[in-house]
């Protein structure tokens, strides 16, 4: 009786849960706040621990607020950290509009590694150092997220790509890219501005900085905007080069349903073991 009593009891005590929070970061490159969110886990405001960081990118037509409303990212890492498939991390949620990350009529790329990337390491318990930062988006921000890491091979380690907007030569016609700012000239989308900032176009250079970087890509087989042929492409591409990578191919569209099940591998990828995690300094 005894024990069931104290069973009842441990059941009944609330799990142990992290955060995300907004951050109160200023960038000087935009000359404005930059509304971003920040996830940390239980207990980050007791010790003195240090943690690896992902930079978790979102979609066109989104903000950082739909890794919470619609990934439900909170719930998800506490899973995640509790049944110990990956260690305690930080994640950092920028929303940056429909940028596609990129120096446009604001300088977003230039913010995000001269500004929020060096901020984040001095404001937050981060483990600094390219082994533990890595990087991740969807859609739109699967593009970023590729560009951000191949053009700045010295920061990230590791790199997942969610139903990435990646396409080579030039996207569908349905794609929000068409209508982006930072690819039209005369009001017209430019394929050359595509181009020119897509990932072939970053390659060699990368290749020349001699930075292995682990590399993850995903898509829906069911994707009516042809992230799964984009991911196929890269793959080939990647594997061409000699570079490892791995590629799924999964059972559903361009949506958060299809997402909340691949952010999950995602993390474990960027996350697996021997990334150094959570060190103590006082």
């Not at 940056?96 to 990129?102: A, C, E, M, P, T």
């Not at 501005?193 to 060699?204: G, K, R, T, V």
Request: hydrophobic share 45%; proline share 9%; aromatic share 10%.
């Amino acid at each position: 009786m005894i024990r069931l009593l104290l069973l009842l009891l441990v059941l009944s005590l609330p799990a142990q849960a992290g955060q995300v929070a907004p951050l109160a970061f200023d960038s000087p490159t935009l000359g404005r706040s930059w509304p971003s969110l920040v996830y940390l886990p239980d207990g980050y405001g007791e010790n003195h621990d240090r943690y690896p960081v992902v930079f978790l990118l979102h979609g066109a037509n989104n903000d950082a607020s739909g890794w919470v409303k619609q990934a439900r990212i909170g719930g998800m890492v506490d899973h995640l950290i509790a049944t110990h498939q990956i260690p305690p991390c930080l994640i950092v949620m920028p929303s940056v509009g429909n940028s596609w990350y990129l120096d446009g009529p604001e300088k977003i790329e230039t913010g995000f590694i001269h500004d929020l990337v060096p901020w984040v390491d001095s404001h937050l318990r981060t483990e600094p150092g390219r082994s533990t930062r890595m990087i991740a988006g969807v859609s739109m921000g699967g593009f970023g997220a590729l560009r951000l890491a191949l053009h700045n091979p010295d920061l990230f380690a590791a790199v997942a790509l969610l139903s990435p907007a990646i396409y080579v030569p030039v996207p569908p016609s349905v794609s929000n890219a068409w209508q982006a700012q930072v690819f039209r000239t005369a009001g017209k989308f430019d394929p050359k501005l595509w181009q020119s900032a897509n990932y072939p176009a970053l390659l060699d250079a990368f290749d020349a900085a001699h930075e292995p970087m682990r590399l993850f890509i995903s898509a829906g087989a069911q994707d009516h905007l042809q992230t799964n042929v984009a991911a196929r492409i890269l793959a080939a591409t990647w594997r061409n080069r000699g570079w490892p990578a791995q590629i799924h191919l999964e059972n559903g569209a361009h949506d958060f349903i299809l997402w909340r099940r691949t952010v999950p591998e995602a993390l474990r990828f960027l996350l697996q073991p021997g990334t150094p995690v959570a060190t103590s300094r006082r």
